[in-house]
Structure formats: C-alpha cells, structure tokens
C-alpha cells in the first residue's frame, strides 16, 4: 500500500518527490515505491456562488439580499479542475491506504486540503506535515513526525469560519451597494476598515490648518542650544515674541543649570516576522507589501534560503537553537563573513529577546536555513530582500550599541535653553548595518525633536559653568499635516487594529488598488475620488476596525479551542442582515468620479476612465453596450495655434475633433479640410512621383499633391 502526499503547489510536490524518492514523473504526480505526491495548485475547491443554489442570483437583484444559505456548499473551481480530478482519482485508488497533507503549514493551507477532502469524499486515515522550511534535511525531519490530522481540526473549523463569513459579509454588502447605486462597489470585512483608516487619515490632511512658526536657535560658541517654553515646545507662533526673546537672549551670560549624563543601550531588533518585513521593504527598498510577499515566497520555496514566511512571530523556539551556527555558517559568506565568522568562535549569546517558546505560535520567526547560498543565483529584489533577512539574523547575536547621552538646561537671563548630545562608545548591533541601523520607532514620533539637535556632540561641560550667547537666530518654519499612509505605515496600522493577518494583508491593500479605492502616487497611498465615496456610502458599522479585530479575535479562539464556529457564524448571519437593511434604506447617491470628456460612439453615453495594467481604459457604463477602447492620449500633427504645442486627438458624439487642454481651444477634424499631416504628404507625394518626370523637385510635386487634394 502506498500513501498520497497533498502539496500545495507542483514546485513544492517536486522536491517532496525528489527526497522521498517518488521519481516516476506524471502528468499530475510523482510516484515511488513508497508516496505518490500531488499538488493543488493552490484552491482547487471553494465555496460555492449564489447562482449555484438559484439560478436566479445569476442576476444581481437588491430584492433577493441578504443571500444565506442554510448550509454552505463546495464546488470545483472551474479554472483548475483538471488537476481536482486527478487528485480525486488519486484518492480513490485502491491502493492508496493513507494521506498526508503536506500544504502550507497554516489556516489558509489547512482549509485547500480539508475543502478538496470533503469535496472527493476521503474517509481513510490522514496526518499533517508541519515544516517551516524547504530544505532537504526539514522536509526528512518533517516526515519522520508527521502529526495526527485530528490535531488540526481547530485550525480547519477557523479557517472555515473565516471564508464562510467573508462570503457572507463580503458578497451580500457589495453586491447590495453595486446594485442600490449603479456602480461596481467593493466591500468587504477587512478592506472597508482598512479604506476607512486612510479616509480619516485623508479628513485629517484636509481640515488641517498650518501655522508658521519659530525656532529660536543660540549660538554659544562651542555648542548650540535651543529655546524652549515651560511646556517643552520650542516652537513660537507668535513672530513678536520670537523677536522679543531674540533680544532679550543674544549677547546675554547665563549659567549651565542641570547637566544629566547617561549611558543608553539599544538591544539589537527582534528577528523578522512578515508584517515587519514588509515594513522594512517599503521603508528601505520601495518594496510594496505584495512585492515583498512574492520575492520572499520565492526565497523559501524555490531558493530554500529562509524559513517559513506567513508568520506573526518575532521568536524562535528552544529546538532550533543548535541549529544557529550552522544558520550563521550557510550565511557567512561575502559581505556578510567578517560579521557572522567572528560569531562562529564562540557560544552564542541566546536571550529571550531571541528564543521564547510561549511567543511563537504556527510558525517561528523568518530567519535564513542552513542551505548555503550562492549570491549570484538570486535576482537583484531577492538579492536585497535576503539581504535584509541575513543582516537581521546576524545582528540578533551582536551586543546592545551603547552611546552616551548628556542634556544640558541652560538659563540666560531668566529663559531656558536646552541642548542634547550623544557620544557613541559602542556600535554594537548597528556594525552589521554598516553605521546605517534601521531605526524601528515610529516616524512621527519626535519628528521635531529629532531634527532639532538631537545627534550633536557637545564639549565637556560642568554645571555652573559660565556661558555666553554670541549669536541668536531665529529659524522659520510651519506646521505639517500628518502624513498620508505609506504601506509601512498602513501595515502597522493593520496590524494594531488586527485587520486581515500577515498572510493576507498584502492582498488587501493589492484589492484595494485595483478596485480603483486606492491610489498609489509614489510611496503614498491615495483615496481616490470612488474611495471617497465608498466609505460614505458603506455601512457604519463595516467602517470601524474594532468590529473586525473582535471577528478576528474569535477565529484566534475558535483556533486554540476556546471558541465555537456556531456562534460566530451566527453573528455574522445577523450582522449580514443587518448591512444589507442599511444599504437598502440608504438615502445616498453616487457620482462616478471617472467620467471622461469622450463619448461613446455606438450609443454617446460619456465613456468612464479605468486604470488597468495595460493602461487607461475608456469603457462605456451602458450595460447592453459593452464598448472600450484604449484611454491613452493621442496626439495629432495639428498644433495649438497659441501654445503651438500638438493637440490630442478626441472621438464625441460629432465624430472626431483635437483639443489643447492647457489653452481651452478645440478644433473640428473636418474630412473635407485641405489641412495635411505629415503621413498624408508622404503619401501624396509618392503616389504623384510616379507620374512626374524624374527632373521635378519635391516642392514642385508636393504643391501639385495638394492642389489635387483640394480639388
């Protein structure tokens, strides 16, 4: 008797193949003597579509919402049934005597296995293959202890629970909101929250009123000192009282009142999870989160060179702790070996700021495998992705950078100046970032402070001491609206307010964007003017995180056994009830924000603008039209004739005419003009070559060409 292997992709059923000795190759699975290992390619069931249960939701009606069924049914997805029928047939080989689901070590992975078990009827015992890396020696350990499938049973009913409520909020919301409002609005338990939290952040841009300010800077010779008022703030707003002070302190003796020195240590950054990855990629590297996801996916699985991605934890655990040298010796080579070799000669310093049983919960943090890596296989995003990986890992055994600090408050002439300097004595983990540590405090936070005088050096100094001010100036500056999410930032806002989890919070942010609620403009994100209107016309109550950090606190539950999927599907039956009476009774209308200045030409309705990865789109709303065309702009050889620069080309309702946007001047593109292009000259001037004599000039033949085209 043999037993099946269930991989989640045909890259990772290849090399489970390849160790396991299954080396018959087939159209949709390896065979040996002892497994037959297939693959999924990813879902090959889902949940079913409401047509499946009723023909007559084929039809997108307001009056058949809320739609809930009794009891949710599978089905094939279509794209990917040919592999779903091989597997099924796999399944039911006489045989075959036991499974082992060897899918991705998590709740996604744990729910396209349990899905295409149900949906092919297996009834034969199973067990789980739990591993966090793709290397030879993981996937051997990996099979010499499977785990019970029963063990994961919870993990399955949560994953269960997650799908079946996101069909039930997601379908029902968007397709009431499309249909109330005439247009394809998206909504969804996690991405409305998360279009939310950048709309607020939009208002608050918008209502902020920005101030001009002073800094009052003293130049005491040796050093620099900064004014500061009774509550901390340097910042003046009053532009006499700046001058006033101005005054009163330039050219004036004081005395150093207070000087604190202090030793400071900064302990080296905890080891990646995937959220903070993402962070770092997009803070250092410009990397979007989905970006970021798919390289790094690569280095697991294709590369073998780190460890399990979809994780949320920053430890590792007691078991992997021998294999840290030989993690830190596969690494040290190139730029990173005078860093990892002098590591190797000695114990290593294991802290709980590193090892932590209690702290992982699936699956440790993302660190480098034992696979030796070969730099120059890896493409120039994986290249500085496992640069981040290696760096990190590496300083997680490095001492804590010790630097001295010293604050110094001085008083002249009964005011307040304050000055800070820091001495560094040790470098310790920063060393493996070159002098250039990745500082991982938020980046607002004493953004004023920081740029202030934060990382000067100042002399020895003694309290009492004698000072005088020689120079003081005042420096200008306004006030700043918060900033607009960046994808790091928007992560961390994700991930405090538990929107989606590691795994999926890239593809929130991907969905978001291509539904046109998001726009990208440089690191920015953008609402754009759909989005805007989205999170006015969505329910309230889709709106606030904190209803969809209580779901996602109950599937946790669910998943550790401490919470049931009745109850909470129960809930979402109501709460799905609920939204769609809102949308229903809604008073809202909806203006599309991308009506274009052309018009259809087979019906003249005004063409909508849609981005696309080819481009602009214009595509016409009438739904028993369907016409589309490119939305590029297209110049024409005719010029403005008061900027003089080429107008574009426009199809309306009249046929086609060019317009000059900056200058407002539009002119017809009449058939009958004696007006000629370029193209058209060339033409003409061919076609009559052939009848002039060889001894003509151009000149000659192009004015014949067009006193013929004006006849």
């Not at 390896?30 to 084929?58: I, N, R, S």
């Not at 009053?238 to 900064?266: F, H, P, T, W, Y």
């Not at 699985?301 to 830190?328: A, F, G, I, N, W």
Request: one cysteine or more.
């Amino acid at each position: 008797m043999k037993t099946l292997v269930l991989a989640e992709k045909p890259s990772v059923a290849r090399e489970i193949a390849r160790v396991m000795g299954s080396r018959d190759k087939h159209k949709s699975h390896f065979e040996g003597p002892k497994y037959v290992v297939t693959w999924a390619l990813g879902h090959l069931v889902g949940l079913a579509e409401p047509e499946d249960y009723d023909g007559k939701y084929g039809t997108w009606s307001l009056e058949d919402l809320p739609i809930l069924p009794g009891k949710m049914k599978l089905k094939v997805l279509r794209e990917s049934s040919h592999q779903y029928k091989a597997v099924q047939q796999l399944m039911r080989r006489q045989d075959i005597s036991e499974l082992i689901i060897a899918t991705d070590a998590a709740r996604e992975g744990e729910l396209l296995a349990r899905w295409i078990m149900e949906m092919a009827k297996w009834n034969k015992p199973f067990q789980r293959l739990w591993i966090s890396s793709q290397t030879d020696k993981a996937i051997k350990e990996g099979f010499a202890s499977l785990k019970p499938g029963a063990q994961f049973e919870r993990l399955y009913h949560s994953a269960r629970c997650r799908a079946e409520a996101d069909w039930m909020i997601g379908l029902n919301v968007t397709r009431a909101l499309t249909c109330k409002f005439g247009a394809p609005l998206s909504a969804g338990r996690v991405q409305t929250p998360t279009l939310g939290m950048i709309m607020q952040r939009e208002r608050e841009i918008l209502s902020f009123q920005s101030e001009e300010y002073q800094v009052l800077r003293a130049d005491l010779g040796a050093f620099e000192a900064v004014w500061r008022g009774s509550g901390g703030d340097s910042r003046i707003f009053e532009a006499d009282k700046a001058a006033g002070l101005q005054r009163k302190l330039e050219g004036r003796s004081g005395k150093i009142l207070k000087l604190n020195k202090s030793e400071k240590q900064v302990p080296h950054p905890q080891a990646y999870d995937l959220t903070e990855l993402q962070r770092d990629a997009n803070r250092l590297l410009g990397f979007s989160a989905k970006q970021t996801s798919n390289v790094l996916q690569r280095l697991y699985e294709q590369h073998k060179l780190v460890t399990y991605p979809r994780t949320d934890s920053r430890y590792l655990t007691t078991d992997m702790v021998d294999t840290l040298k030989e993690r830190l010796t596969s690494v040290a080579i190139g730029p990173y070996a005078p860093l990892a070799r002098p590591l190797l000669r000695k114990s290593l310093p294991v802290s709980k700021r590193i090892v932590d049983d209690g702290k992982v919960s699936d699956h440790h943090a993302i660190i480098p495998t034992e696979q030796t890596v070969i730099l120059n296989a890896l493409n120039a995003e994986e290249r500085k992705l496992y640069d981040l990986i290696v760096r990190r890992f590496i300083s997680l055994f490095y001492p804590p950078a010790r630097f001295d600090s010293v604050a110094v408050v001085l008083d002249v002439n009964g005011e307040k100046l304050h000055a800070k300097g820091v001495t560094v004595k040790d470098s310790g983990w920063r060393a493996v970032y070159d002098g250039q540590a990745i500082d991982e405090s938020d980046e607002d936070d004493d953004r004023e402070d920081r740029e202030e005088n934060g990382k000067a050096s100042l002399p020895e100094l003694k309290e009492g001491e004698t000072v005088t001010v020689k120079l003081c100036r005042i420096q200008s500056g306004r006030t700043q609206p918060p900033k607009r999410y960046t994808e790091a930032a928007l992560l961390t806002q994700m991930e405090k307010h538990s929107l989606g989890t590691p795994a999926t919070r890239a593809d929130i942010i991907e969905k978001l964007v291509s539904s046109d609620t998001i726009d990208r403009q440089g690191s920015a994100l953008h609402p754009t003017g759909k989005g805007k209107q989205l999170i006015d016309l969505a329910p309230a109550d889709l709106r606030s995180p904190e209803l969809t950090a209580k779901w996602e606190s109950e599937l946790e539950r669910i998943a550790r056994g401490q919470g049931k999927p009745e109850p909470f599907l129960g809930g979402i039956r109501e709460m799905a009830v609920s939204l769609v009476r809102g949308v229903k009774n809604s008073e809202a209308t909806y203006k599309p924000h991308n009506v274009s200045n052309s018009h259809c030409p087979d019906c003249g309705t005004q063409l909508l603008e849609k981005k696309t990865k080819r481009g602009l789109l214009l595509i016409c709303p009438s739904e028993d039209c369907g016409y589309r065309r490119s939305g590029e702009k297209r110049l024409s050889n005719r010029r403005c004739p008061q900027c003089h620069k080429k107008m574009e080309l426009k199809e309306g309702k009249a046929g086609l005419y060019v317009q000059c946007l900056p200058c407002g001047i539009t002119e017809a593109v009449n058939k009958d003009s004696k007006h000629v292009n370029k193209r058209e000259q060339q033409k003409l001037v061919q076609q009559y070559a052939k009848q002039e004599t060889l001894g003509s000039n151009l000149g000659e033949l192009l004015k014949a060409a067009m006193e013929k085209k004006g006849d």
